[in-house]
């Protein structure tokens, strides 16, 4: 298992964020002060950006800090890259109401 570096600052997050980057097919653990999680990540994940800690299905919110960032588009398989190609923002948009 690698010792790759992550954020995961809230347990109602579905999403931690790559302190470094990850290659595909490494193991890491993702720690919170009150949980670990084990997993794959799937896809190379660079620097900065977010990867699911869970399964997440398609319509459900996007959960990151504590915060809803925005939607998923698809299914999303925990060690998945999530980023804009399989999430879609709510805030700031004028055609659809957040609710």
């Given at each position: 298992?690698?010792?790759?570096?992550?954020?995961?600052?809230n347990l109602a997050d579905n999403?931690?964020?790559?302190?470094?980057?990850?290659?595909?097919?490494?193991?890491?653990?993702?720690?919170?002060?009150?949980?670990?999680?084990?997993?794959?990540?799937?896809?190379?994940?660079?620097f900065g950006h977010k990867f699911?800690?869970?399964?997440?299905?398609?319509?459900?919110?996007?959960?990151?800090?504590g915060e809803v960032i925005g939607?998923?588009?698809?299914?999303?398989?925990?060690?998945?890259?999530?980023?804009?190609?399989?999430?879609?923002?709510?805030?700031?948009?004028?055609?659809?109401?957040?609710?």
């Amino acid at each position: 298992m690698g010792d790759y570096k992550t954020l995961y600052l809230n347990l109602a997050d579905n999403v931690a964020v790559a302190l470094s980057e990850i290659p595909a097919q490494t193991s890491v653990t993702v720690v919170n002060k009150d949980l670990e999680i084990q997993l794959k990540i799937l896809e190379s994940i660079s620097f900065g950006h977010k990867f699911a800690v869970r399964d997440i299905k398609k319509n459900e919110d996007i959960i990151k800090y504590g915060e809803v960032i925005g939607a998923a588009v698809s299914d999303i398989k925990a060690g998945s890259h999530v980023h804009v190609h399989n999430l879609e923002g709510k805030r700031g948009r004028g055609d659809k109401l957040v609710q």
